[in-house]
């Protein structure tokens, strides 16, 4: 079995102890980060190093990715050409030999205030080219899973109050059908086989209580190339790590793999 799991930590330096807890209860051989919000020279040293290695795009202050694996897989980094996705640190490639996979680790850019023409337009040429990296793994039919933050609210249920994000760069329609364009490609988005919408949230907000209510978001997903899928058998989104002292706002998710 191969475990991948994908974690938003909203700062990675005020975070670490709630990683370091993930890492023992559900023991994953991957782990993707996004908004890592540090410099590469700067990434906490949290985790059993005699166990798992890390690569770090990271990036001060903001944005910042990395991956988290254990030594026993071999790993192969793959280098991004896009200029726009190496823009800022949102992304990484890897590719994992042993079970004939590439892992796409991504943090969408937010895109808001909507209103800031150059910040919207950013984000949608930003997941123009997404489509276009995934197209070849598409064109080459090699297998690709791609984790991470995607800052979209695609269905309308996958929002408690839909309609406070309408006109918002993540519920709007634009960028709706840029992820569903995204999918497309015959990418299986696997909180759509194992959850209904508005079953399942991924972010919840500091303001407002929304934690407290309930009145959380779905931006978090794994999409997995067809003939994959038939070796997932467990999605998990991890709840209870919202209510930790000093939370992220989003939880940590994860894929079982028999493989």
Same mark, same amino acid.
Request: charged share 25%.
């Given at each position: 079995?191969?475990? #991948? ?8 330096? !005020?975070?670490?102890?709630? $990683? ?5 209860k559900v ?26 290695? !890390? #690569? ?14 254990k030594k026993?897989?071999? !790993?192969?980094? /793959?280098? /991004? ?6 823009n800022q ?13 590439? #892992? ?45 933050? =995607?800052? $979209? /609210? ?7 109050? =839909? ?37 399942? =949230? ?38 209870? =790590? ?18």
């Amino acid at each position: 079995m191969t475990i #991948i799991a994908s974690w938003n930590v909203n700062s990675i330096r !005020v975070r670490f102890n709630h $990683v370091k807890n993930f890492l023992n209860k559900v023991d994953p051989d991957i782990l993707l980060l996004q908004e890592i919000k540090c410099l590469n020279d700067e990434f906490p040293s949290f985790f059993d190093q005699s166990k798992y290695n !890390v #690569i770090i795009n990271g990036q001060k202050a903001k944005y910042g990715v990395a991956i988290i694996y254990k030594k026993e897989i071999d !790993v192969q980094k /793959i280098k /991004i050409e896009s200029e726009i996705l190496k823009n800022q640190s949102r992304v990484q490639l890897i590719r994992l030999k042993s079970i004939n996979l590439s #892992i796409l680790n991504v943090y969408t850019p937010n895109g808001n205030p909507i209103n800031d023409d150059e910040k919207f337009q950013f984000k949608l040429k930003w997941y123009d080219e997404l489509y276009n990296l995934s197209k070849k793994f598409n064109l080459s039919r090699e297998d690709l899973l791609i984790g991470g933050d =995607f800052n $979209v /609210i695609e269905n309308v249920r996958d929002a408690l109050n =839909f309609q406070e994000w309408e006109n918002d760069a993540l519920g709007n329609i634009k960028v709706r059908t840029k992820f569903r364009e995204l999918c497309s490609l015959g990418l299986i988005n696997l909180s759509r086989i194992f959850f209904k919408p508005g079953q399942i =949230f991924s972010f919840w907000d500091y303001q407002r209580a929304c934690w407290e209510r309930n009145d959380g978001i779905l931006i978090d997903h794994f999409l997995i190339s067809p003939k994959k899928l038939q070796n997932v058998r467990e999605l998990k989104y991890e709840s209870s =790590f919202r209510g930790l002292e000093k939370p992220s706002d989003h939880i940590p998710f994860w894929l079982k793999l028999n493989i």
